[in-house]
Structures are given as structure tokens and as C-alpha cells.
């Protein structure tokens, strides 16, 4: 089944029969290299059972990778419509398992892919991954049957994700995440598989929804109010970014600082002062 896909020309020979670049404006870097390309594809838990979304294919290095992985269906998100010509190739040798909506993933509603369940694996625009997380991890609390997130995010992310209290990495994402799923680095990317090269240097991360986790939020809408509220001044102690707070109520002195606060008393104190 995966014969056809594998049998295609290089990426990088595909990009330059259309004539395609990188484009900047869409944080575009493509991943060219086919082990890593493939590392990722099969870090997706129980991928040969489960439908794929990924969000930002471009050439369609890592959907190739889903397909050949076994994935039965992938559904791929791409706002910049000149990827066209490669990912219709891909399409015709798929077999029917992919195919691609071209919008910006910000504004697309999953839901309406009549999928039960699925995982999402994607090296994510930069330049929007953060934004598309947040969403996701919102869609995992009201009850989105996402069974795992396989995503790339330049290395400073990844580090806030999984990052706990006392870190310096320690944030927004760090509490949103830890409160009702379970992530990890699985590895690190160097910036030389990329074209263009960026920068900096990324990192795959999975997250893995947590039932028993998610049963305990009732709205995580409140925990990202307070967390963008203490950490947007993470210098000043609690008690003088919210005053007049019994804060012994909740085991604290209000001297805290928004870093030395775990996910659970985030979620704590959201429900009592929001």
C-alpha cells in the first residue's frame, strides 16, 4: 500500500520540477530528511490504527512519512496553495488515505472531518504553533477525542511545554499542558535538516491526553486568563497583581511568584477568584 508513495522522485527534486520555494511569510522550513522525517511518522502511537491531521504538509516530506507509516488516513491543512502540484502527486499515489483542505489551520473546525478520533503530527509552522496548541489543548478539555500530538516547535518552546515550577522555562503552556495531558521531548532537531536553515534549533514533542487529568479541569479557559495575568508579570509577587486575596485559603503567603506555582493551584485559584 505504501509502495507508490515510496517510489516517488526526492522532495527536494519535487520542489524544484515546480519550481517552488520556502516561503518566509508562512514560517515555512521543510524537512527534508527522510530518516528523520520518518523518526517522527512513527513516534505517533498506534499510527497504523489511527487518522492523522497534519497542519502545514508544504512539500509533504513528513505526510509521505504518515503514509508510509501505515497511517490509514491522513488529512493535511495547507494555507499556501502552490504546494498544489506535489501534494496532488501524492494524493494519486496514496490510495485514497490522503487528502488535503487548504485553509488556514486557525480557522479550520476539525470536527467537521466526521473523524471519531485521531492524532495530530505536524512540524508546525513557527510562527503560529504556539496559537494552534493552546486551541488543541482547549479542544482536549471539552472532550475532542485527540489521542496524541506528535508536533515539532523550535527548542525554546518545546522546553515551555514540558517545563515545571522553579524553571525558567516554566509558563503559560507549561501549566495549560501539564493539567490534562501528559508531554515529553522525544528528541532534538538540528537546524542543518531544514531548508531554509533556521536559526534556531527544534525539538519533537508528544502530548498525550490524560483522562484522569481532564475529568479534574472544569474550565481551562479560566486557567489561561490567570496564567497570562500572573505570568505576563512574572517578576511581581502575587499579592500585588491580585490584592485583597486570603491567600492562606489556598496554602500560600502571596509572595509567590506566578513560577513558583504548580499547574494544580493554577487551576485552584482560577476557580475561586475568576
Known amino acids: 500500500m505504501t509502495d507508490r508513495v515510496s517510489s516517488l522522485p ?3 527534486a519535487m520542489m524544484r520540477a515546480h519550481g517552488l520555494e520556502p516561503k518566509k511569510q508562512f514560517g515555512q522550513n521543510f524537512l527534508f530528511d527522510l530518516n528523520l522525517t520518518g523518526r517522527i511518522a512513527r ?6 490504527s489511527t487518522p492523522v491531521i497534519e497542519v502545514g504538509p508544504g512539500p ?6 504518515l503514509l508510509m ?3 490509514p488516513r491522513v488529512i493535511a491543512i495547507e494555507k499556501d496553495k502552490t504546494t498544489a502540484p506535489i501534494l496532488s502527486e501524492i494524493i494519486d499515489a496514496s490510495d485514497g488515505r490522503l487528502s488535503v483542505i487548504y485553509a488556514d489551520a486557525l480557522r479550520v473546525n476539525v470536527s467537521e472531518f466526521g473523524l471519531s478520533e485521531y492524532a495530530i503530527c505536524s512540524n508546525l509552522p513557527y510562527n503560529v504553533g504556539t496559537e494552534l496548541l493552546i486551541g488543541w489543548l482547549h479542544k482536549i478539555a471539552s472532550g475532542e477525542q485527540i489521542k496524541s500530538l506528535t508536533l515539532m516547535f523550535q527548542r525554546e518552546v518545546a522546553n515551555r511545554i514540558v517545563a515545571t515550577p522553579n524553571d525558567k522555562s516554566y509558563g503559560r503552556l507549561s501549566v495549560l499542558t501539564s493539567l490534562i495531558a501528559d508531554a515529553k521531548i522525544l528528541f532534538d532537531v538540528p537546524n542543518t535538516a531544514f531548508f531554509p536553515r533556521p536559526k534556531v534549533q527544534s525539538a519533537v514533542v508528544q502530548i498525550v491526553p490524560n483522562p484522569d487529568k481532564i475529568k479534574k479541569i472544569s474550565n481551562l479557559l479560566n486557567i489561561e486568563q490567570l496564567t497570562a495575568r500572573l505570568f505576563g508579570q512574572r517578576r511581581k509577587m502575587i499579592r500585588a497583581i491580585i490584592p485583597n486575596t486570603d491567600w492562606q485559603q489556598f496554602g500560600l503567603t502571596g509572595t509567590e511568584r506566578a513560577e513558583n506555582l504548580s499547574p ?3 487551576a485552584l485559584l482560577a476557580e475561586n477568584l475568576l
Open 10 to 12: 526526492p522532495v527536494s
Open 43 to 48: 513516534s505517533v502511537p498506534d499510527i497504523e
Open 60 to 65: 509533504a516530506g513528513l505526510t509521505r512519512a
Open 69 to 71: 507509516a501505515g497511517a
Open 264 to 266: 494544580e493551584t493554577f
